[in-house]
């Protein structure tokens, strides 16, 4: 039987959450927290099964001859089913009836804010794409992936699916509109976990209603974060942790004005500053997920102390992970 294992990266947005949702751009960093796609191919035509542990997935079975409506399928397995119907629809001869077994296990639970929906989707489509040897570049693979995600949750900026193929640390703008890998060997950062699960769709609409009453404050606090994505861009390059902190600061305050900040993150954060960590902000869409605070390696055992005693819990990761690749063949 023809098989086949892919692993993709997690996420953590670095800056620029939600502004890049509305044509600015962002800086995200993959983690070493990898979620794995076993891809078979069956002898049963037309047939999908999935298995996903991680979240209760049992041999769901879905019939790609029908092609029926993914909205009214459970969430844990839509973005496998999108990402093998879209992968299907483009190379109609190349896949024909194939009937596949699908299964995933992930390093991190879906609850961290990592981008598992989107870990998921690089993960499968890559998965595929080696099956049936098709030759594809990164920028025709995220194209595919960013269409199976607006299917599937209809928003996004896509600057997760970048962080699962390319890896390391990525400036991005909007869909992709630009895609650069900064050269980085270190990011010496401290992962703070709220415990509480953010909705990022929820989130997304609650800015998008805010940028509905105030269209030109939003805006400038848009581009304000724009400019601290560009200045920290550079900031990076050249290793300045003290004024990148300084960054992660100032956008922490627009995330504030953005409305998606919260009480457990602002405790984390405040923490994690009276510490002594040279900068702290909340990570992805806000509302609960991951804080992070940059440090120093004389402060770094503080800062941890910090946050936990605030009652979040210290994520270690790795971070600057290669993007997807072949697991085994
Ligand atoms: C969520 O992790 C980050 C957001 O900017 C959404 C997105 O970019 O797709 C809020």
């Known amino acids: 039987m023809k098989k086949i294992i892919t692993s993709a990266p997690g996420k953590l947005m670095l800056m620029g959450e939600h502004s890049v949702v509305h044509d600015r751009g962002c800086l995200v960093v993959a983690v070493d927290q990898r979620l794995r796609v076993e891809l078979s191919l069956l002898d049963q035509e037309n047939k999908l099964i999935i298995c996903a ?16 409506d993914i909205s009214t399928l459970p969430k844990e397995v839509r973005f496998v089913v999108q990402s093998v119907r879209n992968f299907k629809k483009k190379y109609a001869d190349i896949f024909k009836k194939s009937g ?3 299964n995933t296990s992930s390093d991190f639970a879906s609850t961290f804010g990592f981008g ?15 099956l049936f040897d098709v030759s594809v570049s990164n920028r025709q693979l995220f194209n595919l992936c960013y269409q199976t995600v607006l299917d599937v949750q209809g928003l996004g900026s896509g600057f997760d699916l970048a962080a699962a193929i390319w890896g ?22 401290v992962v703070g976990y709220t415990g509480i699960k953010a909705d990022t769709v929820t989130l997304v609409q609650q800015v998008n209603s ?30 300045n942790w003290s004024k990148f ?8 305050g627009l995330s ?10 602002e405790k984390q954060i405040m923490a994690a500053r009276q510490a002594g960590a040279l900068g702290a902000k909340l990570s992805g869409a806000g509302g609960g997920d991951c804080m992070l605070a940059l440090v120093s390696d004389e402060n770094r ?12 819990e210290v994520l270690v990761v790795d971070l600057l992970a290669p993007g997807v690749r072949v697991e085994s063949k």
């Open 168 to 189: 390391g640390i990525l400036y991005f703008e909007t869909g992709g509109k630009k895609i650069e890998e900064i050269s980085l060997s270190n990011l010496p950062l």
């Open 256 to 265: 504030y004005t953005m409305g998606v900040s919260s009480c457990q993150l």
């Open 116 to 130: 598992s929906s989107s870990a998921v989707t690089v993960g499968t489509i890559f998965a595929l794409i080696k």
């Open 53 to 68: 542990p991680n979240v209760n997935i049992k041999d769901f079975y879905y019939d790609l001859a029908t092609n029926k």
């Open 245 to 252: 902190g300084e960054l992660m600061d100032l956008h922490q």
């Open 210 to 239: 805010r940028l509905s009453h105030y269209p030109s404050l939003m805006n400038t606090v848009f581009d304000l974060s724009w400019i601290l994505v560009k200045k920290g861009k550079q900031l990076l390059q050249s290793q």
């Open 301 to 312: 055992a503080q800062v941890e102390q910090s946050i936990k005693d605030v009652g979040g």
């Open 100 to 102: 596949l077994q699908i």
